[in-house]
């Protein structure tokens, strides 16, 4: 029955005109989503409604982040390009449009208290931003590669950076320098999230792990098992009484002391982007090309909580107990410019707004009234009737509904022909049985129970006269007869050949020992690959186990199997500081084969392979082949050159490629994206 339901999909719709880019839930209610995708546009939504409640428009790049505000007033967005847009949704308008990054924007969050927020970039770097007065206050910079998220504690004072480098940054606002690195993920980091009243922080990271840290010493308190998939999202219970994490198509359930899985529940999301928690239920967001999809967990059906609302058995700490953990950490938005005036002028920007931005912006209400019912609600007075929000209500279950009989079984196709036979031969027998038969078909197809018409002077002469003539009665027909058949298709022709007749030319169903042979005939050939290419890869690890990397890239290229190449390339994305020259130039050429891939897992490490490469070693590239010529002989430098063209010339062969494919769709056309701007830094 419906009600042992834990999770169910609410809703799908076309969220954009193009693809979609990000999307983020709003963590006071939960019961609103916003979105940004190729087509420029940020789009609102109230979940469990199909209707776009409003568009936002402005931006001249594709949208690449979404942060709601706190309170659901704000919301910031930012776009490749490097751009920021704040909007005021009470106020129906455009707050600041703000620009400083060089590269696209991958997350956003607002300040706790304060008029703050703060953005991690493509360009490895993490800006402050003052969104009434100042611009950007300072840019804090450290991370290697990309940011994945930023997340501010929620005292306000720190800000947690998660990098593609596999590293976590702790950021002192007022100090304006790095407090530590939490370094023991073992690939890149793709999300943070501080616990709500503890002094504990939480990471997700593509090493299918999450890992939780003691803010007071800085020390890793446990880490959870491998999952089977990369973790994509994380959230604390607002109780803080345990950590949500969110995997491909998985939701778990983690508490840290000590590391343990209370409950694991199956969710068809995909990759989940974003999730939040209001009336006992966890909503889940997750998108698709242009489509975005919301999806449902009860959490009164999940473990810890049970049958029990989470009300009665979360954390016992008071309001004024959480403040009491903060007390020393609490900050203020006088407290952040103080303290800002430590940081060096030099370091402080400018705010800059692009006056192109600015002039494109507009606003777009669908539903005036949804918007002053969620964004206005000040404007009512105290003593109105709130509309009661109601949790979501999961589908029913399929065996709720009766559906008609279906008359393609094997028993019904049997019953239909016997039946079919019968009504066959009185038709032969008596014309008139003929044309009532052929009345009982319904006009849409579907077979209706025969009714005997009234007897007439006409009928019961006919029947009188059929008596005499015919030998042997009429036998009553079926009360369900199929119209007969004019085309010439027999439903025997569709029934399964093996197994021979079972009367009446009726093919039988074959057992499941012969389906199970048939299912299985390529089994054979699937695992003499899969055998071969496991014998590869131990030959591949043998070579690097040995310490001879080079050694062990050479031979997997000498194999020409570009699935051992795939593997090779997805260890080596995962361990970045593997890379030197010397694979860049042997591997360029592999990347290149793997980009004309008709699979969509070749291409996206190609392309991943590809960032690394150009990150950290085209500007090394660049200078290499612009410098002067030495005076003299250098055997060393003349190498280096050797290999900078070669990269140089095969990556322009892979950029001629890639300008072919900027259309395609989802992460492909992300990265794509990404790899043709890193790319023209070389010009």
């Known amino acids: 029955m419906s009600q042992t339901k834990r999770s169910w999909k609410l809703q799908e719709y076309v969220a954009h005109g193009n693809n979609v880019n990000c999307v983020a839930l709003s963590r006071k209610s939960g019961r609103v989503i916003v979105t940004g995708g190729e087509d420029r546009k940020v789009n609102l939504w ?33 776009s490749m390009s490097g751009a920021l847009k704040v909007w005021d949704l009470e106020q129906a308008k455009i707050m600041r449009t703000l620009t400083g990054h060089t590269s696209s924007i991958k997350s956003l969050d607002f300040h706790p208290y304060g008029d703050y927020c703060t953005s991690g970039s493509l360009d490895c770097n993490v ?11 300072y840019t804090y910079r450290g991370h290697k590669n990309g940011v994945n998220c930023v997340r501010f504690s929620p005292d306000g004072k720190w ?7 596999s590293v976590v940054k702790i950021w002192d606002i007022t100090a304006g320098k790095i407090l530590t690195d939490l370094t023991y993920h073992q690939g890149p980091v793709n999300i943070v999230e501080f616990h709500p009243n503890e002094l504990l922080l939480a990471s997700g990271s593509s090493d299918r ?55 694991s529940i199956p969710v068809n999301w995909g990759e989940v982007a974003d999730m939040a928690i209001g009336q006992n239920q966890l909503i889940g967001a997750s998108f698709s090309q242009t489509n975005v999809s919301t999806f449902v967990v009860d959490l009164k059906r999940v473990q810890p909580f049970g049958g029990i609302p989470h009300q009665e058995i979360g954390s016992n700490l008071s309001s004024k107990d959480v403040d009491e953990v903060f007390t020393d950490l609490s900050i203020s938005n006088s407290s952040v410019s103080e303290g800002l005036k430590h940081v060096p002028k030099e370091d402080i920007e400018e705010p800059t707004q692009d006056k192109e931005e600015q002039d494109n912006d507009s606003f777009e209400i669908a539903n005036p009234e949804d918007y002053r019912e969620i964004f206005r609600p000040k404007s009512r007075l105290e003593h109105s009737p709130t509309r009661p929000v109601e949790p979501f209500q999961p589908p029913p279950d399929d065996g709720m509904f009766q ?100 009367g009446y030319g009726v093919q039988r169903v074959p057992s499941e020992g012969e389906a199970l042979s048939t299912l299985s005939s390529g089994h054979d050939a699937m695992a003499k690959v899969l055998s071969h290419r496991s ?108 290999k900078c063209r070669q990269c140089y010339e095969n990556l322009s062969m892979i950029r001629t490629t890639i300008s072919k494919r900027m259309g395609a769709p989802g992460k492909i056309g992300q990265l794509l994206r990404e790899i043709q701007i890193l790319m023209a830094s070389m010009d």
């Not at 800006?127 to 206050?137: E, F, P, Q, T």
């Not at 890869?537 to 997997?556: C, E, F, P, Y």
């Open 209 to 263: 792990t999450v890992k939780f840290w003691d803010l007071e010493n800085f020390n890793m308190v446990s880490t959870t098992d491998g999952d089977s998939t990369p973790v994509r999202n994380i959230l604390f219970h607002p109780d803080g009484t345990c950590l949500f994490s969110g995997t491909k198509d998985l939701l778990k359930v983690y508490s840290w002391e000590p590391s343990k899985c209370y409950d």
């Open 127 to 137: 800006k402050l931003w003052d969104i009434r007065k100042k611009g950007c206050i």
């Open 535 to 642: 014998k590869n890869l131990q030959i591949v690890r043998a070579m690097w186990t040995s310490g001879n990397t080079k050694a062990a890239v050479d031979s997997a290229i000498s194999m020409k199997d570009p699935s051992v190449i795939v593997d090779l390339l997805n260890v080596l994305n995962l361990k970045s500081g593997l890379w030197s020259l010397d694979l860049c130039s042997c591997l360029l050429p592999q990347v290149q084969d793997l980009m004309d891939s008709k699979y969509d897992s070749y291409v996206t490490a190609a392309c991943e392979a590809l960032k690394i490469m150009l990150k950290n070693f085209g500007p090394v590239i660049k200078s290499n082949l612009t410098a002067p010529p030495s005076q003299g002989v250098d055997i060393s430098r003349e190498e280096r050159y050797r």
């Open 46 to 78: 109230i979940v469990g409604k199909p209707n776009c409640l409003m568009s936002l428009c402005g931006h001249t790049t594709p949208v690449e982040s979404v942060r709601f505000g706190h309170e659901e007033e704000m919301v910031v967005a930012g």
């Open 403 to 502: 559906t008609k009989r279906n008359v393609s079984s094997p028993r019904n196709v049997n019953r239909q022909l016997s039946s079919e036979r019968k009504c066959s031969a009185e038709r032969k027998s008596n014309p008139l049985r003929k044309s009532q038969l052929s009345k009982s078909v319904s006009d849409d197809g579907d077979l209706e129970p025969v009714r005997q018409p009234a007897p007439t002077k006409t009928s019961k002469v006919a029947s009188k006269s059929n008596n005499k003539t015919s030998v042997k009665p009429v036998s009553k027909p079926s009360p369900r007869q199929p119209e007969e058949d004019k085309s010439g298709i027999s439903p025997e022709d569709f029934l399964p050949k093996a197994g021979g007749d079972v």
């Open 159 to 165: 800000i947690a950076s998660a990098g593609e480098d």
